[in-house]
């Protein structure tokens, strides 16, 4: 989405950011900021689930408005 112009939140855990640099870094792609959020998803709640939703939104809307992204 991001070759075609189209930004794109990419989405991490904090285990996972090393890996998505690295990713990052191999495909070219060093602009692409990851929004991150703790880990882990896969043990939790709907309700859990949910509030990490809630939490990543702004940083998911600033990555498309192209706002930087707070560290």
Same mark, same amino acid.
């Given at each position: ?6 930004? *794109?939140?990419?989405?991490?855990? +904090?285990?996972?950011? =090393?890996? $998505?640099? /690295?990713?990052?870094? *191999?495909?070219?792609?060093?602009? @692409?900021?990851?929004? /991150?959020?703790? =880990?882990? !998803?896969? +043990? @939790?709640? $709907?309700?859990? !689930?949910? $509030?990490?939703?809630?939490?990543? %939104?702004?940083?998911?809307? %600033? /990555? ?8």
């Amino acid at each position: 989405m991001e070759e075609s112009g189209l930004p *794109a939140a990419v989405i991490v855990t +904090t285990v996972f950011e =090393h890996e $998505a640099a /690295v990713q990052r870094a *191999a495909l070219g792609m060093d602009g @692409l900021r990851p929004v /991150v959020v703790m =880990h882990p !998803l896969s +043990t @939790l709640t $709907a309700e859990q !689930l949910d $509030a990490r939703a809630r939490e990543a %939104a702004p940083q998911v809307l %600033a /990555v498309w408005r192209g706002d930087p992204l707070r560290s």
